[in-house]
């Protein structure tokens, strides 16, 4: 239902070539960490905000203003790393029910959702942060997977260092206002590779 409504609006790239780069990190990161790979489903969406996020059902949303943003796969596999973490750690569930209620969730899951609720939790889902303990929790584990999958988990910590302080990324990066300062997150990240 949510993957439905965000595809209404949004173009699903389906170029080979972007596919193959997204998919070959995708792939290395869930063999390596003997996710299933029938239980996420990655998308890339044509979006100059440069922001990833997981919604119900394991879905994982990448878009383009992401990708084009970051310097290195190394980059871009710590981003993914972190989305998937939010879904392996079962936070997307723990948002909603916090942010939507349980009792809007099971009228959503019944049919009964008006379009502007489920815009509003699509909102919510993919432009505010999980509080500062399942922000951190994912980054760690994120973390955990790249090494796990033999990459180098330094330009994860370093993409925060960026985009700190950098007024244009952040214009693009509006999401991230609501995260834990960015550079907190890249001294933990750097402290816990250490």
């Not at 943003?69 to 596999?77: D, F, G, I, R």
């Not at 330009?155 to 834990?180: C, M, Q, R, V």
């Amino acid at each position: 239902m949510f993957y439905d409504f965000i595809i209404q609006d949004n173009f699903e790239i389906d170029d080979e070539n972007t596919l193959i780069i997204i998919d070959s990190i995708f792939n290395r990161i869930i063999v390596q960490n003997h996710i299933d790979s029938d239980k996420i489903e990655i998308h890339i969406i044509e979006n100059k905000q440069i922001n990833a996020f997981a919604l119900p059902g394991n879905h994982l949303i990448v878009n383009t203003g992401l990708i084009s943003s970051t310097v290195s796969p190394e980059e871009l596999a710590g981003v993914i790393c972190h989305e998937i973490a939010h879904i392996e750690l079962d936070h997307i569930m723990k948002k909603l029910v916090k942010e939507v209620g349980i009792s809007l969730l099971v009228s959503m899951a019944g049919g009964n959702s008006g379009s502007e609720v489920l815009a509003e939790t699509v909102r919510h889902l993919s432009s505010t942060a999980f509080d500062r303990k399942l922000e951190k929790e994912a980054d760690l584990k994120g973390v955990d997977y790249l090494i796990k999958s033999n990459i180098d988990p330094n330009p994860f910590a370093d993409f925060f260092y960026k985009i700190e302080g950098n007024d244009d990324f952040l214009e693009h990066f509006s999401w991230l206002n609501t995260h834990p300062e960015l550079k907190a997150r890249a001294q933990y990240i750097i402290k816990y590779i250490n």
